[in-house]
Every structure is written in structure tokens, then in C-alpha cells.
């Protein structure tokens, strides 16, 4: 049984007979990290990849055509949560890569405590996103931006760390709750005015709704000039 490349480095397609699942290759295997199914292949162990617990899962299996996100990166993770999908991208950009996951719960950096003492590649950051400048010290330049933060304020919180960190020409994903911005309108008009405020600054790449997966959210796939 061997995993099929997809066209994102990193990120493959696995068949178990006609279940057909989207994996990434365990960087510490033996290892699971939310309870996900771990599967031997011939070229080693993968982890099943759940889109109902991960957006950037479920935007490639909605058809994302670009991503940009490549082994050996070094990542800037906001909105890091408990590491579920920080896992995934810590094997994407295996043990040459870093991910700098920031999250602002004390309680829950408790747990990317944890995934870090099994993946050397991540670095948990205990800061509030909205304020760049208090952890620059702890972050180097970096060649891909993630974004996952459920504010109000979420595109403001997103441009400050792209103009702060992201390198000349590198790739960054927002991931877009519209309830958390503005339960007034309808998520569709709110995609809108966010891609609008993106485009002032950034080169938006590719935009997919979520749904079923996620409802009421959409994956911007952008690229600094």
C-alpha cells in the first residue's frame, strides 16, 4: 500500500479499499496526536487528516489550487488551538522546517507544550496575535503564514503579522469565520469585503468556502508582492 502525491507537497491520498482517505506521513511515528487513525504504508506510517477537525484539510479536499506551503518552511502558526491541524503542517514541513504556533489561552499552550515535546520542529509561542511586536524576538522571517483566529478583528490581526513577519513573496492563509466578524450579514457579502480588503495589500491566490466541513468559513490562499 503505497500513498498517492497529490499537488501539494507533503499531502497524499490514501485508499483503503474504496475509503479513500487524505493523510500526511508521520514525522514521530507511533505517534497520534487528537486520536487519528495511523496507517503503515510501504514507505512508512501515515496519519489520517480529518477536514471536520482541520480548515486547511478541508480546503484541499474542496479543490484548492494553490497553497504554497513547502517542506523546510518556516511557518508562523496564529491561532494555534491544541495542534491538530499544527500537527499535520509540522509533518508537511518535516524536520528541517519550524512551526512557530501562537496561541493566546494559557490552558490550551499547555497542550502544544505537550505536541512539542514529541515534534522538535514546533515552537509554541504564548502571546495575544494582536500584538506582533511582543513576540518578534521569538519569531524568525517567515516563508508561510497561517491564520486560524475566530475576532472580530481577525483580517486586521492577519495584515499586521504579514506586514511583521512574511517574507517578500511568500505565501499566507486566513481562515474566515464570518459569525465571529459580524453575525449581521450574510457570510457570503462578508467574504467579499474581506477578499476587497486583502486585494489592497496582498495577491489573493485562491478562496474556497468550507462547507460541509466548516460552516460559514472561508480559506484565502494569498501571496505577499
Not at 2 to 27: D, H
Not at 196 to 212: G, N, Q, S, T, Y
Not at 213 to 218: E, G, N, P
Amino acid at each position: 500500500m503505497q500513498p498517492e502525491r497529490t499537488a501539494f507537497p507533503g499531502i497524499f491520498r490514501l485508499w483503503l479499499g474504496k475509503r479513500g482517505l487524505m493523510v500526511t506521513r508521520n514525522l514521530v511515528p507511533g505517534a497520534s496526536v487528537y486520536g487519528e487513525q495511523l496507517i503503515r504504508t510501504d514507505s512508512g506510517e501515515c496519519r489520517a487528516w480529518d477536514p471536520k477537525r482541520s480548515k486547511l484539510a478541508a480546503a484541499v479536499l474542496n479543490g484548492l489550487n494553490q497553497l504554497g506551503l513547502q517542506e523546510g518552511a518556516l511557518v508562523l502558526y496564529l491561532g494555534a488551538s491544541t495542534g491538530t491541524t499544527v500537527s499535520h503542517v509540522s509533518d508537511i514541513v518535516g524536520p528541517k522546517g519550524i512551526v512557530f504556533a501562537v496561541e493566546s489561552a494559557p490552558r490550551v499552550c499547555r497542550e502544544l507544550v505537550f505536541l512539542a515535546e514529541q515534534r522538535q520542529n514546533v515552537h509554541p509561542i504564548l502571546a495575544d496575535a494582536n500584538h506582533p511586536e511582543r513576540y518578534a524576538d521569538r519569531v524568525l522571517g517567515a516563508d508561510f503564514l497561517y491564520q486560524d483566529i475566530a475576532q472580530r478583528a481577525q483580517v486586521e490581526i492577519f495584515l499586521k503579522n504579514v506586514r511583521q513577519f512574511l517574507k517578500p513573496g511568500g505565501f499566507c492563509v486566513l481562515c474566515v469565520k464570518a459569525r465571529s466578524i459580524d453575525v449581521t450579514k450574510r457570510p457570503q457579502q462578508l467574504f467579499r469585503e474581506v477578499r476587497a480588503a486583502l486585494e489592497r495589500e496582498l495577491i489573493v491566490a485562491d478562496v474556497r468556502d468550507l462547507a460541509p466541513f466548516q460552516a460559514d468559513h472561508a480559506f484565502f490562499v494569498c501571496k505577499r508582492r
